[in-house]
């Protein structure tokens, strides 16, 4: 008998499945006994697992490559007409495909992880790979048995299904991957915090050992987001970028409360605090990305997204339970060795800053969350279904926000411990006044609303926050060194990674608060029927209909309406909106809005529909500094890996603290740095 | 000038005394929260006061905001791109051009579709439970935090910075971030 794609893509899922299992077993037979055999046995099986699964993805990508249409999951997500980029954006358009990419992303983050502190961290390496294994157990026990991707037609057809019009977009190339490595990636800070947990090794080790892990799941998460704010906003065509959709929902809260992660965990390294805060954030981010996968790709709620329909709720709501259980049991177990070496001293301080982060963060989650099954509860409790759209959403987050914005501006000022009046004199002069010049710049512009004024001034405030954190850096090394401008910069970075990634990335999100309040405040629609030769005028912009072309290419035909665009009363250029009808999706129509961006603004068209007396429906849309939100969306992942960098820079110099010059001067900054570093206390 | 720099230590003697002084930091904290909330409030407060003598553009797309399009995943008739929305926000415009008031034409539609016709849970009934739950939460927590920080009593050992302490702890902080940021490389 001859071997197919398939047979090899299930022999591979189910050696992997195997190894997996041997793995738990190993590992926590090994952390229990300390048997070095034992531990050796669990990593190696979790780089077999990797390995597996990575020849089961091979194997379905080369399947889809080569239209292999013997299997039903290349039939209904690819055809022989689709460029070959979309075709490899075919394996996770799916169910299937995406469980099978989420398996493989955790299995290989959890291999480099383990190899990375098998010696560091051996006295709970071994329930890490236990638990971690045990995350793949479940994973490839869906994927071989339930909802595999390999399963065959009975009769192979000459042609596939092809992938649907809305993926059909450069967006959706990233947009699904970039997110779905966001959520597998959170296993590993979650397998590390469960393993220290259960030995008993509760210390701020398992932290940092994941600390990168941590971010790089934020930042892809964050990306996933922000890539799948800018498809809806290019390809959906109703003007906005963010709907507060089911789906989208549950993408934002896992990254919201990694958010809290992130942030808290300086507190318990720093301060030994938070220590039982921190261990629940983590067990909380992972069911939500457990939630998140499953929501999107199983069509339980209604959105957009629902692209999939399929019968693998029960399994996952059977593992989200046994997650939830399981962790709140190791927690309460290991509570006496969780209780916090430090107190809070001051109010005011970086601490009680990163705790009232937390809690706007967490209460911003909360408040998704419970818009999101408001709908369900209201149905269960009196029979009739509430929709919890925007409004509600932008009403009761839309404060949390403006406060979280604001403390992004004061936290990094604030000293750790108990800030002083002269501190905090010397440090918020600056941003307090910046903030005070951009209010009455924005009053004399003629904003009256208080709100998005309050909003603005908050993002100036946290960005002049951010630019004097540099510049007091940059000052005293320029200083201490004797360096110039950009190489102060420069080592100044390379010094402290963690710390000015971290400022990047609020950079981004101070631009992106600009961009999501001006458009939100100052949005400027129009919707009109326009005959030929009619025209519209929003804002600076004058269109005039010129007429319809209907177009068919390959299986793809295309309705688009030419109008010029002028403006105020200058030369006049073409723009087309258009919808697209796709062979076997007539009835779903894609949008191609058309978006010109000018001076920070986008004119955004739709064209929703045509009559037959030569007429077209238009929708036209002024969205102020959208361009801002992609912009600060770069900023923040280059400041998200800027942070996580692993490079290794000149060590600090051990100077005794007496024989330094002045004080208040940071140490560390000295220009002849010696031997690779040593390690401190 | 140069500031004094004192070993850890020698600093603690002036801590009994600054432990004494100390407020509990609890009470302290749940104020700050509380006080948050209420700033954070204000924005919501005055979304209410619009209408009245707007172009009928501006008030039939208010009105199209508040409505959810029947047949798309969660798009309001204002932004949803489809036939039927583009019907909806016809007969919205014909209604107030015909005199109706905001109240009706909203009315007209819930009959019609239903309450989950509105993009938002009404503030009245069961639904009001949707808008309070967040902020109860919140409070909640904010209080459990100030409960929580007031009731430990505080030990003594680290000392509250006086003036001229505090360039010295800046100094241990800027290393510590330093030798933290290579330790966890």
Redesign the interface.
């Known amino acids: 008998m001859e071997l197919t794609a398939a047979d090899l893509g299930v022999a591979a899922l189910i050696a992997a499945l195997v190894a997996a299992g041997c793995s738990v077993l190993a590992g926590a037979l090994g952390a229990r006994s300390g048997d070095e055999l034992l531990l050796r046995a669990a990593r190696n099986g979790a780089f077999v697992v990797a390995g597996m699964i990575a020849l089961a993805a091979g194997t379905l990508v080369a399947a889809f490559l080569t239209h292999d249409f013997s299997l039903a999951y290349v039939v209904e997500h690819s055809s022989r007409s689709m460029p070959v980029q979309y075709i490899i954006a075919s394996f996770y358009s799916g169910q299937q495909g995406s469980l099978l990419y989420w398996a493989l992303a955790l299995s290989v983050f959890s291999a480099i992880a383990i190899r990375a502190t098998f010696d560091r961290l051996r006295q709970m390496i071994g329930y890490v790979i236990a638990v971690a294994m045990a995350i793949e157990v479940f994973f490839l026990y869906i994927l071989t048995f339930v909802s595999s991707p390999f399963d065959r037609m009975l009769a192979i057809p000459a042609d596939g299904r092809g992938l649907n019009p809305l993926l059909y977009d450069q967006g959706m190339l990233i947009h699904p991957p970039m997110l779905l490595l966001g959520y597998a990636s959170v296993g590993v800070p979650y397998a590390f915090a469960m393993g220290a947990l259960l030995a008993g090794r509760t210390d701020a080790d398992w932290m940092?050992a994941t600390?990168r892990f941590a971010l790089f799941a934020w930042a892809f998460l964050g990306a996933g987001n922000l890539l799948g704010a800018w498809w809806a906003y290019h390809v959906l065509?109703?003007?906005?970028y963010w709907?507060?959709?089911?789906v989208e929902n549950s993408a934002i809260m896992p990254w919201l409360a990694l958010t809290a992660y992130v942030h808290s965990v300086m507190v318990q390294?720093?301060r030994g605090m938070l220590k039982v805060w921190n261990m629940a954030l983590i067990v909380a981010t992972f069911c939500l990305a457990v939630q998140g996968t499953f929501i999107v790709r199983s069509g339980v709620i209604?959105?957009?997204h629902?692209f999939a329909q399929s019968t693998i709720g029960p399994y996952f709501f059977a593992f989200l339970a046994t997650v939830v259980i399981g962790s709140v049991a190791a927690l309460l177990a290991r509570l006496p060795s969780l209780r916090d070496s430090?107190?809070?001293?001051?109010?005011v301080s970086r601490e009680?800053g990163f705790?009232?982060n937390n809690?706007l963060l967490?209460?911003i989650a909360?408040?998704t969350y419970?818009?999101t099954i408001?709908?369900v509860l209201?149905e269960a409790?009196?029979g009739?279904?509430?929709?919890?759209?925007?409004?509600?959403y932008r009403?009761?987050n839309?404060?949390?926000l403006?406060?979280l914005l604001l403390l992004m501006g004061i936290g990094p000022l604030l000293?750790?411990?108990?800030a002083?009046?002269?501190?905090l004199r010397r440090t918020f002069v600056v941003p307090l006044a910046v903030a005070g010049v951009a209010t009455t710049v924005m009053a004399v512009l003629g904003l009256r609303e208080?709100?998005a004024i309050?909003a603005l001034a908050a993002a100036v405030f946290a960005a002049a926050t951010v630019a004097s954190e540099y510049w007091r850096g940059i000052r005293a090394r320029m200083r201490s060194t004797g360096e110039w401008f950009l190489p102060a910069v420069r080592h100044l970075i390379a010094?402290?990674?963690?710390?000015y990634g971290g400022y990047l990335v609020h950079l981004g999100i101070a631009f992106i608060a600009v961009g999501v309040v001006s458009s939100s405040f100052y949005q400027q629609?129009?919707?009109v029927t326009l005959p030929v030769g009619g025209s519209l005028t929003i804002g600076r912009y004058t269109l005039t209909y010129q007429g319809l072309t209907d177009r068919t290419v390959g299986d793809a035909r295309s309705v688009t309406a030419q109008l010029a665009l002028s403006e105020d009363g200058g030369p006049s250029r073409t723009v087309s909106p258009g919808r697209v009808f796709f062979q076997n999706f007539n009835d779903q129509p894609a949008?191609r809005v058309a978006i010109e961006t000018e001076r920070l603004e986008d004119l955004y068209l739709?064209l929703?529909?045509w009559g037959d007396d030569g007429t077209i429906?238009l929708?036209a849309i002024i969205n102020p500094m959208v361009p801002l939100i992609w912009f600060g969306g770069v900023i923040l992942l280059v400041g998200a890996f800027v942070s996580l960098w692993?490079e290794?820079?000149p060590?600090?110099q051990r100077v005794p603290?007496?024989s330094?010059g002045?004080?208040?001067?940071?140490?560390?900054v000295s220009p002849a740095p010696s031997a690779p570093?040593q390690?401190?206390? | 000038m140069?500031?004094?720099?004192m070993p850890r230590a020698s600093a603690s003697v002036a801590g009994s005394r600054a432990t004494q002084r100390?407020r509990p930091?609890g009470n302290?904290?749940l104020g700050?929260?509380l006080a948050?909330i209420a700033?954070?409030?204000?924005?919501?407060i005055?979304?209410a006061a619009s209408g009245g003598d707007m172009p009928v553009?501006e008030r039939a797309?208010q009105i199209a905001?508040?409505l959810?399009c029947p047949i798309c995943?969660?798009?309001?008739v204002?932004?949803?791109?489809?036939?039927l929305a583009?019907q909806m926000?016809g007969v919205i415009r014909e209604k107030l051009e015909s005199g109706e008031s905001r109240d009706e034409i909203v009315r007209y539609f819930v009959q019609r579709y239903?309450?989950?016709?509105?993009?938002?849970?009404p503030r009245r009934g069961?639904?009001t439970v949707?808008?309070v739950?967040?902020?109860l939460?919140?409070l909640a927590?904010?209080a459990f935090?100030g409960w929580k920080?007031r009731r430990?009593p505080?030990?003594a050992s680290?000392p509250?910075?006086?003036?001229d302490l505090?360039?010295?702890?800046?100094?241990v902080?800027?290393?510590?971030?330093?030798?933290?940021?290579?330790?966890?490389?």
């Open positions: 940092r600390r065509g109703w003007g906005g709907g507060w959709d089911p390294q720093r209604s959105s957009v629902s430090e107190q809070f001293e001051g109010i009680s705790l009232l809690v967490v209460g909360f408040a419970w818009g408001f709908p209201s409790v009196r009739t279904k509430a929709t919890v759209g925007p409004p509600f009403q009761v839309g404060p949390l403006l406060g000293p750790w411990r108990k002083t009046a002269t501190q208080v709100a309050l010094r402290a990674r963690p710390r629609s129009r919707d949008t739709v929703t529909g429906s929708v692993p290794r820079a060590a600090i603290i007496a330094r002045r004080a208040g001067q940071p140490l560390g570093s390690p401190f206390g | 140069s500031a004094t720099i100390r930091a302290a904290l700050l929260g948050a700033l954070l409030m204000i924005p919501s005055g979304r553009d797309r905001q508040e959810r995943e969660g798009l309001s204002a932004d949803s791109p489809s036939q583009v926000r239903g309450e989950s016709i509105l993009m938002e849970p069961f639904t949707a808008w739950a967040p902020y939460a919140l927590t904010l935090l920080l430990k505080t030990p680290p509250v910075p006086d003036d505090a360039p010295y702890l800046e100094t902080d800027e290393t510590y971030e330093l030798i933290h940021d290579e330790a966890i490389r």
